[in-house]
């Protein structure tokens, strides 16, 4: 799993427990919300993503990953 900072910078982050979640602050509206997920074994994987409390992305597979992305709300 991942998501990218306001920097444009790939954050990886490994051997998790379910469900996961992350919170981070981003100012900058020229880089894109982004998450990656992968999956370990075998079941059904998901994402989204949330701007002050609305889901601007989610999506979910049952194949090796998924992946998250909106523009910036505003």
């Known amino acids: 799993e991942g998501y990218k900072t306001q920097d444009n910078d790939y954050v990886r982050v490994s051997n998790v427990s379910q469900p996961w979640a992350v919170s981070v602050t981003i100012t900058r509206r020229?880089?894109?919300l982004t998450m990656n997920v992968t999956m370990v074994g075998e079941g059904t994987i998901s994402c989204s993503i949330t701007v002050d409390?609305?889901?601007v992305a989610q999506s979910s597979t049952d194949v090796f990953a998924v992946v998250c992305q909106a523009p910036m709300p505003g």
């Open 30 to 32: 020229d880089v894109p």
């Open 53 to 55: 409390g609305v889901t």
